[in-house]
Antibody, heavy 124, light 108 residues
Framework: QVQLVESGGGVVQTGGSLRLSCAAS????????MYWVRQAPGKGLDWVAV????????YYPDSVKGRFTISRDNSKNTLYLQMNSLRAEDTGVYYC?????????????????WGQGTTVTVSS | SYELTQPPSVSVSPGQTARITCSGD??????AYWYQQKPGQAPVLVIH???ERPSGIPERFSGSSSGTIVMLTINGVQAEDEADYYC???????????FGSGTKVTVL
């Protein structure tokens, strides 16, 4: 079955770095765009980054641009999120999600499969 | 990018119909998607491309679109439908993606 499993979350100090991973299985990973979405405690969903199926196109909201980097290794069926210069407001659960359609650039097929999330806590 | 506006809460009795609206200027140009999220769980896609129901989603969930407003309808609400519901769309020109603030559906 289609599955996404995130890892790499933890507690980090303000200004620190963390790298999240998302292991994919059950589908042809290299034909789908992928997303990172986060959720602060008690708050709503917030898009963080997106990458096209081939890794050539990456987009970010202003809130993380220049600090976060999304990447993928299609040979390992794995998505990554490198987070630098972390702030308290980056605290939350980070989900990876799969685009609903193949090979869209930019991805725009909705998020049809989600991982269970990994928790990031940024403390001072 | 633009914003998506949802009501904070909707209350409905079992067996009745719940309707959740989502409004935003970009919805006239881009598809909307709806996600259900129960406490402590990841979101689940319940409607894609405004009105299509993914495999495995009960028929009581439906979506519609009119101009800059989209709607999620849950017919014959069941206790298990109590959850937060989020609409989502994209601003492709701006290469950004936006979620509504979420609507908490309470089954009385």
């Amino acid at each position: 079955q289609v599955q996404l499993v995130e890892s790499g979350g933890g507690v980090v100090q303000t200004g620190g770095s963390l790298r999240l991973s998302c292991a994919a299985s059950g589908f042809t990973f290299n034909t789908y765009g992928m997303y990172w979405v986060r959720q602060a405690p008690g708050k709503g969903l917030d898009w963080v980054a997106v990458i096209s199926y081939d890794g050539d196109n990456k987009y970010y909201p202003d809130s993380v641009k220049g600090r976060f980097t999304i990447s993928r290794d299609n040979s390992k069926n794995t998505l990554y999120l490198q987070m630098n210069s972390l702030r308290a407001e980056d605290t939350g659960v980070y989900y990876c999600a799969k685009d609903g359609e193949q090979q869209l650039v930019p991805p725009n097929g909705g998020m049809d499969v989600w991982g269970q999330g990994t928790t990031v806590t940024v403390s001072s | 990018s633009y914003e998506l506006t949802q009501p904070p809460s909707v209350s409905v009795s079992p067996g009745q119909t719940a309707r959740i609206t989502c409004s935003g200027d970009g919805l006239s140009n881009h598809y909307a998607y709806w996600y259900q999220q129960k406490p402590g769980q990841a979101p689940v896609l319940v409607i894609h491309k405004d009105s299509e129901r993914p495999s495995g989603i009960p028929e009581r969930f439906s979506g519609s679109s009119s101009g800059t407003i989209v709607m999620l309808t849950i017919n014959g609400v069941q206790a298990e439908d109590e959850a937060d519901y989020y609409c989502q769309s994209a601003d492709i020109g701006g290469r950004s993606y936006v979620f509504g603030s979420g609507t908490k559906v309470t089954v009385l």
